[in-house]
């Protein structure tokens, strides 16, 4: 008995085809990426002054009279703008951004999966913009008054352009980091990791936690402090909160599978049976009668 011969193998090509067209994909969607924030950036520059001044009000309007910022970089008065420019850009294009690596990714997800991670992005982008905009209107305005407040007798308060606009953005992600925290606390329940009310028999640690974090990213005043302690405490009991619906309503779709799924009692056997009966001898009796009438 001869054995057949071997299969030949697919070419190479055809075997990294579907690797290599991943990879162009990926490649493509970064490039309308770079493209959106580019197209942005291109569109803002001209106002790229006005846009730094907006961004160095919070702090410039509570500046002596005789004082301002200053640059002391020779190259500063000119990148520092451009880079405030570019950074409003991506903030900006982050929906785009987010789009594009959404469309990427939910092709290789399950369905219920894609049902959870499309709406986590919404909202933790939105809460991220939500927390660089409490960093803006509460934050700095309470940072500037407390600093230019406390300055020493004979020193003038006149910060640096760039070291101010690091400080700003160093802000703006803490804050916005900071206001994750819902999120973050579901997709702990999410995977299993913890459950709500193990969740909630921490809280006392939790608003200790978030006073510390408090107290690190904000002025050394209670003020401050606590404008960004409560806001932190009660993202997190909305986190608890979100994830208890998720789990009842996760909890009732399983119920009604496992009702679907479960073997029927005797009653419900014989029912479905006189049913089946009942169906066959109406419609024995249709053919019948069919029958009948053919002879007739």
């Given at each position: 008995?001869?054995?057949?011969p ?10 990294e085809q ?24 291109l ?5 790229a002054?006005r846009?730094?001044?907006?961004l ?14 200053i ?10 703008p ?5 950074v ?12 594009q690596?959404?469309?990427?990714i ?8 894609r ?5 986590l ?7 991220f ?15 500037s ?9 004979g ?11 690091d ?10 980091a ?12 999410w ?6 009310e ?19 990213l ?12 409560l ?13 208890r ?21 005797e ?9 089946i ?20």
């Amino acid at each position: 008995m001869t054995t057949p011969p071997d299969k030949p193998e697919a070419p190479v090509e055809d075997q990294e085809q579907p690797f290599m067209s991943h990879l162009l994909e990926l490649r493509d969607r970064l490039m309308r990426m770079v493209l959106a924030v580019l197209v942005i950036f291109l569109a803002l520059s001209p106002f790229a002054n006005r846009i730094f001044s907006l961004l160095a009000d919070p702090l410039t309007r509570h500046l002596p009279a005789d004082t301002s910022l200053i640059a002391v970089e020779v190259i500063a008065p000119f990148l520092i703008p451009l880079k405030a420019t570019l950074v409003l850009a991506i903030f900006i294009a982050m929906p785009y951004i987010l789009n594009q690596a959404w469309a990427f990714i939910a092709p290789g997800l399950y369905r219920h999966e894609r049902r959870m991670v499309l709406p986590l992005m919404v909202s933790s982008t939105l809460l991220f913009y939500l927390g660089a905009a409490f960093a803006y209107f509460v934050i700095l305005p309470l940072l500037s008054i407390f600093l230019t407040g406390t300055a020493p007798e004979g020193v003038a308060v006149t910060p640096d352009i760039g070291k101010y606009l690091d400080f700003e953005l160093m802000l703006f992600f803490a804050f916005g980091a900071a206001f994750e925290v819902p999120v973050a606390t579901f997709v702990l329940v999410w995977l299993g990791m913890t459950t709500p009310e193990a969740l909630a028999s921490k809280r006392p640690y939790v608003v200790v936690g978030a006073f510390v974090i408090g107290m690190l990213l904000t002025p050394p005043d209670v003020i401050s402090q606590t404008l960004l302690a409560l806001p932190m405490w009660l993202l997190f009991e909305v986190g608890i909160f979100a994830s208890r619906v998720f789990l009842r309503r996760r909890a009732a779709a399983a119920g009604e599978e496992d009702e679907e799924d479960r073997p029927l009692t005797e009653a419900e056997m014989d029912e479905a049976l006189d049913r089946i009966e009942a169906e066959e001898a109406a419609a024995g009796g249709s053919d019948a009668q069919e029958d009948g009438a053919d002879r007739r």
